[in-house]
């Protein structure tokens, strides 16, 4: 397949002219060569074209499938005029999670083929085994029809031809015979219309007066006797996550289980839900519902689960057997008594909730369970972690900060999915939340020195509620969220809208003081990583996967770096002109409303430049790379770096981008007072100060680098080299290497270069109009591809960042000096009030470059006493602090992060010395 670069999309006009009527789809041809052919297989499509990804979805293998992946995936082709659903080569599944093939991309099929199921009569699909990916947004001219859309035209009448058409029309995966599609990133949440439908109530069956009931504590002492048991009619009390028990060979069609709790007068006992009936029932059965069951069957209860919480201690708890529901043997027959045909003479115990306040959670210990509510002002982004090494599934969580008005501290949470993957999704700042079933959370993930902030953590008993669904739930009368109402009333929206953060590079808990406590963190493998497989550490990591590694080494280099574009300033001077308005008191007339509503809006689009606007269309006609089957679409620019000398690759990154030309131009005619001043070419170039380049170009260590440098001065001593250079718009990049760094630079066999802060891992100022399209940034790429609004082509740098300080590039070297890797340490600029904030302690430290490193933060001057000499926060004092860190063994411990295609976030949280 060819490896050409694809700037952009195809003419409108050819578009139209495919998706006419008159002249066929570009998938009606490609499906009508496949069938009246004799061979099977075809390398290249005649005519192929672009065509859009309108869904991608996923599925578990067959048990003796070779691709060396458990999971298969089908995506869902469109021209504009018709849909081809196609099964994705596993050779090729890496496109998908890696984050590169997903919903709404352009791509060329440069490869495909019909497969037939030799154990299946007359069952075939189209495969595709090579493609193109092309531009990351849809043509206009090219529309994404719905799921209803006629199937291709113009096929022959051939058995070939009726058995495709068969299979498209299907909407269960193409292999393995499997029933339904797997969310596209975690196996906890619902997917697919088996799941949408909410369960109808329908009328009883008989009269419940006429129904022979049976309690709780009658069942658990007269079980084992009988064989038939009478109804149930209790309450449902808890309700947890769904449970994926799916492996390669596993018979089920739907292998889900979920555990609930129900109550009657007598006492609380679990409930299985299994398989087919997760699917039917599990979005219908709501905490506080009210059930009717028969035909279920009972058994001793699998011990090895998590129980919640009861927070009635009047309540007595059967624990010693479950109540099986299933789909068979027997059929489970359930039923939803309406709110209205509730009596009280039945005695269902009610709701108990615990909630508790920002400052009464201070005073919790370990694994204390309670409800929390408050107003949301900070939402990070959905992130994974593996469940376990070498394992394809996922955890999927985000961290969210609430205050409740108790105190100026807000509650740190971190939410996992809990089967909610609507509600997940839309947690924004300024609304509502509510979380019941927490559990606090005093050490690390596996134990460790305590933090020094208590956060909460969910259970798989939690369920969350956000604006527009609190109506009618029953933690609605709970005095404490009452009190929460009250305060939300005399809140005014624009003083809450200014401290609302969303997205960007969050850590928490802060690592360890002590490097032996961060090896107790740790579940399972060695606490370091060499240098020389960060690499394929990197290479590995799924889309949106978080790690966490340490690397010894130490720090040859050190380069300040001013984030800030001119792009990003005009974009948040729009923003806040936009927010100016009155203040809007958040006033609701009554207490249910004030949850069930949303927040008052403010703000109007923001104003776009006309400069700012087409250098952003310039920046976004960037090439494309191509990938082909069995390929590795990371880590170019290493292998170019291993291929090419250096000089020479900084040719070709100069040359590459014709967007940069008149950068290049202003580059090679210095300013009159400094072209006397040009250094050496055998001396090491300096970059380009990143306040002078675009955000949206990547941007490398060495990618932007000339013959000539402009240096205002210059420091050296015994211990390094540091300097101080000055753009021409006055922004200030500061420098540091060591005496060895030249003479290492020389030996490396690999030098990683992952200096840059993407654009990413900035958080911005949140902006209620355009909420959705900071919320799609955050959260992760959609299974099926959603309609296009007029906020989609909007650019992060439109929004203004809340670091308002730039960040250091750090240049570690392992300590066999075979390879260096650059990475991103963005500190803290923290006062004694700001960590009050956040309830973290704060030790006052000098300021020098290896105390911020070990601490994570720069001490500004509200930290120092009156009578002290005041520490300079300034990054030019710091850069010069950086020759203490000259030949220091360091410990440093990583947070890595992979964005879709290969952008990988890999950031500096803390150094520890090795002689501690």
Known sequence: MSTELINGWPPSDSLDAAADEGTGSLISDLLRQLTTSFAPRTARPDGADFVAVAAVGRYLGDAGHKSGSCYLYDVTLTDGACRAKCHLAPDLNRLVQRGCLWAGRAVRVAGCGLVYDEKRLNCCFLQIEALELGPAEPSPGLSIPGPSST???????SQRGRDLLKTLQQETPLRGGKAHYLPLWNNTDPHGREWNAPKA????????????????????????????????????????RLRYYGRPGTKVDFPYQAYLEVADQTGMMPVVLWNSLCPEWYQSLHVGTVLLLHRYSVKHSYQMRTWATPHDPQTKTFRAIEICLNPRDPCADIQIVPTEQIKAEWRLPDIKYNFITRLELDKLPDAHTCDVIGLVTFVGRCERIRREDGSEDFYLYRWVHAVDGSTEQPFVLELFATSQPETFEQIHPMTYLVCTQ????????????????????????SQISISGNHKGQPYTQNPKVQGFIQWIKVQCEKDVLKKSVIGGYYSFPPAPTLFQDYCKNLDAGPPLTSTSELKKVIENLHYREHKWIALQGTIVAVRYVCHTDSTERLGAEAVQRARDRPDLPLKKDNAISALSSEPVRLGEDPEKDSSSSQRTKELQAVPVRVYKR????????????????????QKIYYNKWPCRKALRKKMQDPPMGVRKRQTDRRKRPATVPVCEQEADVPVSAEGFTQDAEEPVAANKDEQGRCEAKTSANGTSQYTWESTTWPEIREHLSEHLDLGELLPESIPRKFDYKHRDFLMRQSNLQAAECRPITATSKMNLQCFGSTCNHGYYSMTIVGVNHQVAVDVVFLPAMMSHKGHRMLGLSMDVHDNTLASIMASGYICDEETTDNHQKQMSSSPDQIVRTAADLDSLHVICVLDICHHAGDKSEVILNKIYKGTD
């Open 630 to 649: 069995c390929s590795s679409p990371v880590m170019n620019h290493y292998m170019l770096r291993r291929r090419y000398p250096l000089r020479d690759l």
């Open 438 to 461: 927490m559990k606090v959370v005093r050490g690390f993930r596996s134990g460790g020195a305590a933090t020094s902030v208590p956060y909460l953590t969910t259970s798989n008993e």
């Open 201 to 240: 109530l329908p009328a009883p069956k008989t009269p419940l007066e006429d129904i022979r009931l049976i309690s709780l504590q009658h069942l658990a002492t007269t079980w084992r006797t009988k064989v038939e048991f009478p109804h149930l009619l209790v309450r449902l009390m808890n309700k947890s």
């Open 151 to 157: 199937p291709p035209r113009n096929l022959t009448a």
